[in-house]
């Protein structure tokens, strides 16, 4: 807790005082002093860092397919789907830009998709948006979208030097999960404000219940088993939310 906090701590601090250049880099700010408080604290483990190659090749290899697998995984496809449309919602709200019409909803989710089928081919695990990265663009106001093209071209090169991935390997948990505080809450707050810019009347009973629902049932651990498939979080959420808005009567008027 201690660490987390201390972590938590710096990047409201660069947030809130930063100028210049420390505005960028909170994140970064809020890693490097949780991790020297980690350092402080002895519980950093380097061992895999001189086991790790400065070179290394992902282990490719040719996928399989398994009709167990396959219907294990589609209902599990609906959560990184879901949290596909809210992020770009969410990214919409936060840059002043409607990009469920420009590049269009369609096109950004079919790029994930050929995304997915590309890493599959390569026995990678399936790509979905991250919500923190929401949070981390409305924190530092970095907006154009070429920062993100060239982040991910310099992560798909570091991701070829062992010795740095190892490295990050060595963050402790509570670490990330101070900031990640930060970052969800604020994914949260934004969700909450496109209710309020459509005015959603969250007076209205249906509408309350509505909400409730999909947020216990997103972060209250609520998960349900169909045949040895565990069905939870966002997923869960969404078709709980769908469900209710397609069943529950509209209120009188």
């Excluded at 991701?159 to 949260?188: C, E, N, Q, R, Y």
Aim: aromatic letters at 10%; one cysteine or more; glycine letters at 12%.
């Amino acid at each position: 807790m201690v660490i987390s906090m201390i972590a938590l701590g710096v990047t409201l601090l660069f947030s809130l005082l930063g100028k210049g250049f420390f505005k960028l880099v909170p994140i970064l700010g809020g890693i490097i002093a949780g991790y020297a408080a980690s350092l402080y604290f002895g519980i950093v483990d380097f061992s895999a860092v001189g086991k790790a190659a400065w070179f290394a090749i992902p282990n490719f290899t040719a996928p399989v397919f398994k009709w167990e697998a396959i219907l294990y995984i589609l209902p599990i496809a609906i959560a990184p789907a879901v949290e596909h449309i809210g992020d770009m919602l969410a990214i919409s709200n936060v840059t002043k830009e409607d990009y469920l019409k420009k590049p269009g909803l369609k096109n950004t989710l079919l790029g994930d998709g050929i995304a997915t089928s590309v890493a599959s081919l390569f026995g990678g695990p399936p790509n979905t948006t991250y919500s923190e990265v929401t949070g981390a663009v409305t924190i530092t106001k970095a907006f154009n979208p070429a920062i993100m093209t060239w982040a991910a071209i310099a992560a798909i090169i570091l991701a070829f030097v062992g010795k740095l991935g190892a490295i990050l390997s060595t963050i402790p948990t509570p670490v990330m999960g101070g900031i990640m505080l930060l970052l969800f809450g604020i994914i949260a707050s934004i969700g909450m404000g496109t209710l309020i810019k459509e005015k959603v009347d969250l007076g209205c009973t249906r509408n309350m219940i509505i909400v409730s629902m999909i947020l216990v049932f997103s972060i209250g651990g609520m998960t349900f088993n169909f045949g040895g498939v565990a069905f939870s979080g966002i997923g869960l959420g969404a078709i709980t939310g769908i469900f209710l808005n397609l069943v529950l009567p509209q209120p009188r008027a």
